[in-house]
């Protein structure tokens, strides 16, 4: 089993930043790839970044490419979502989640662990 919590969420203007963290807890986060998804009201929840366990290689929702920026610490089993430029439209509550090393990145169906989420607003 691995746990995992969100913090770093809040409220910001838009054109703002905010970072993410998302602890983990249990097993070696080392054996897992991780990533982030969002869920806004009304709407499914939606990839926004991954990592593969050993940091090498990360991937991105179109609209969030060059704005956003994940990155994982293995050693403090803790992974983060650097989110500049924000926009109103990024407003959502973020999850992490943790997979097993081989599947797609962007599905959510293929992650064995989620957290809590958090929430972040971008006002207008």
């Known amino acids: 089993q691995v746990q995992l919590v969100e913090s770093g969420g809040g409220l910001v203007q838009a054109g703002g930043s905010l970072r993410l963290s998302c602890a983990a807890s249990?097993?070696?986060?080392?054996?897992?790839?991780m990533g982030w998804f969002r869920q806004a009201p009304g709407k499914e929840r939606g990839f926004v970044a991954a990592?593969?366990?050993?940091?090498?290689?990360?991937y991105y929702a179109d609209s969030v490419k060059g704005r956003f920026t994940i990155a994982r610490d293995n050693a403090k089993s803790t992974v983060y979502l650097q989110m500049n430029s924000l926009k109103p439209e990024d407003t959502a509550v973020y999850y992490c989640a943790a997979k097993n090393i081989g599947r797609a990145v962007s599905r959510p169906g293929n992650y064995d662990y989620w957290g809590q989420g958090s929430q972040v607003t971008v006002s207008s």
């Open positions: 990592v593969t366990w050993s940091g090498s290689t990360t």
């Open positions: 249990g097993r070696t986060l080392s054996n897992y790839d």
